[in-house]
């Protein structure tokens, strides 16, 4: 597997990615993509009511050095970019930010997969959907992570 740069433009989430700002996607630099397609699932390993809560998910996303912030919650998009999103952990479609309990800081990884073909997964699915949907498709792998504290 060939690894794949992954970059946030920020460490800790400003608040316009936060769930008590803007709530928009943040812009995902990637760097050495080299893959049909690419799937972004976001982890935050720190909720207490299960090991990885996930409050992203995206795949069939194009093999841009850029994926664009603010993506539509939408389960089929093509602006800023075309790709398909699936419900999150909190049960919609698209992005949710940060939002931690207050006085807590919590952790967001970012894993993004560069993969051999485009998915054939519907909008809406599941987590568990899209890792079985990955399966023998992925090519390269890279993470990253920010921080968000409330």
Known sequence: MTPLSVTLDFLEFPPDHTGDGANRSPRITLNGVDAVSV???????FMKSCCSFTPWI?????????IPAGIPPEGT????????QGTNDHGVVG???PSPPPGETHRYQFRVYGLDTLLGLPPGSVKHDLVAAMRGHVLQYGET??????
């Open 39 to 45: 799937a972004i699932m976001v982890y935050n390993p």
């Open 58 to 66: 995206i795949w069939n996303l194009p093999p841009l050095p850029v």
């Open 77 to 84: 998009t093509t602006v800023p970019v075309t790709a398909v």
């Open 95 to 97: 992005w949710t930010g």
């Open 145 to 150: 992570m920010a921080i968000c504290t409330r």
